[in-house]
């Protein structure tokens, strides 16, 4: 409704000459974006043009959301906030190709869209100008819902009691049990719904932590794989939750969300990188995936130091190749085990709580002196009794 508000306004108030996009990145079919198309063509726009950026929106930002295992604040995949740095990035390059001077989008002044769409806009097309009536004009629904009322505009103008934002990462539903601090989305308000009941066990295969496979089944894209795990796992209704966060602009906020194949994807990533990766290559990922994912979040896509931050996984992705068993059940799942030839949990070298087969009990013993040496010194020197 924002977008068409801004539409009617600027061709009917203004006398703009409106050209339209739609970024699609996983959410929509081929007759949703017919219809879109209509829409904005009934609303008098000079053109529309519709841009499939699903592939694309793996290859630039999911593909390091899973590289890095990145769950904002350990719980969110950050399924809304990294399409819409894709959506913002398309929309500047279409601008850009077009040769317009004016950029327009319908956010509010209270979320974080405002924000990343911004900024993008302003970094890569820094001499086009942003136009945002509704956040400018601080309007309230009704009076767009009026406004689009007068101009003979045919939509419906029920507000559904969920908002819901669905992309190939996840997604998001926004009702009144998330605009306070206590209440749990309705069983029949997720959009997926569970309609499978006995368990079943899937396999991922990963080659350098990009999938390959599912259940064998063998994918041209990773994001054709994404989207074949969804039909699967989102039959379980599993991957839901509810996120709390802190806004761009400084405020808290909630928001619930489903996201059944980005959960299963990451929890079994993960466990396939603890049993490949060293200690401390997992130990600088986890620090350097806590920034990467608040940093990606806040619209900082564009900042040099992601790209540092991906090559960085990128780098750590060599080995990260095998199966990953998971076992799917209604609302849960569990990661079953891994099989890959860079396991570092190899007989060969001893089974954990029994002997091993690299060095003696008394190798253990000299080491344990010099490892705690220091400490020790520490407690001798300051006379520290217990």
């Known amino acids: 409704m924002d977008t068409s508000y801004c539409v009617k306004y600027l061709t009917d ?26 829409h ?48 913002a990035m398309f929309i500047a390059k279409h601008a850009n ?11 509010t002044g209270a979320g974080n869209d405002q924000v990343r769409f911004d900024m993008i806009l302003q970094m890569m097309i820094p001499d086009v100008e942003i136009i945002t009536p509704i956040r400018d004009l601080k309007l309230s629904r009704q009076t767009e819902i009026d406004y689009l009322k007068s101009k003979g505009v045919a939509m419906n103008f029920e507000k559904a009691a969920y908002s819901i934002n669905k992309g190939l990462w996840g997604t998001s539903i926004g009702g009144k049990e998330t605009l306070t601090s206590h209440g749990m989305i309705p069983e029949e308000a997720w959009p997926s719904q569970l309609t499978a009941n006995e368990e079943r066990t899937v396999s991922i295969t ?17 994001a054709d794989a994404i989207a074949y795990l969804q039909k699967i796992a989102s039959a379980y209704a599993i991957g839901r939750d509810i996120h709390v966060g802190d806004t761009i602009i400084g405020i808290k906020g909630r928001v619930g969300f489903e996201a059944a194949a980005p959960m299963v994807i990451i929890k079994a990533h993960h466990a396939l990188e603890k049993h490949v ?19 990606l979040h806040e619209g900082q896509i564009l900042d040099p130091v992601m790209r540092d931050i991906e090559a960085f996984f990128e780098n ?8 990953v068993f998971v076992r799917l059940m209604p609302y849960r799942f569990m990661v079953e085990g891994i ?3 860079h396991d570092l949990m190899s007989s060969k070298f001893g089974s954990y709580g029994e002997m091993n087969n690299t060095w003696s009990g008394e190798d253990v013993r000299g080491f344990t002196k010099i490892f705690g040496n220091q400490t020790s010194i520490y407690h001798k020197v300051n006379e520290i009794k217990y």
């Open 13 to 38: 108030e203004l006398g703009y000459e409106i050209h339209s996009v739609t970024v699609n990145t996983g959410g929509f079919d081929a007759e949703e974006l017919d219809k879109i198309k209509a």
């Open 40 to 87: 904005a063509i009934q609303l008098g726009v000079k053109s529309h043009t519709n841009i499939d950026a699903t592939r694309t929106y793996y290859d630039d930002i999911i593909k390091y959301l899973i590289f890095g295992n990145v769950l904002k604040n350990n719980t969110y995949p950050l399924s809304v906030s990294a399409e819409r740095l894709s959506q």
């Open 97 to 107: 190709q077009l040769g317009i001077n004016t950029v327009v989008h319908g956010s």
């Open 206 to 222: 990963f080659e350098k932590g990009e999938i390959k496979a599912i259940n064998e089944k063998s994918f041209e894209h990773p």
């Open 277 to 295: 990766l060293t200690k401390w290559q997992l130990s600088w990922k986890d620090q350097l995936s806590q920034f990467y994912g608040n940093w």
């Open 316 to 323: 750590s992705q060599q080995n990260v190749t095998g199966k």
């Open 339 to 341: 099989e890959s030839e």
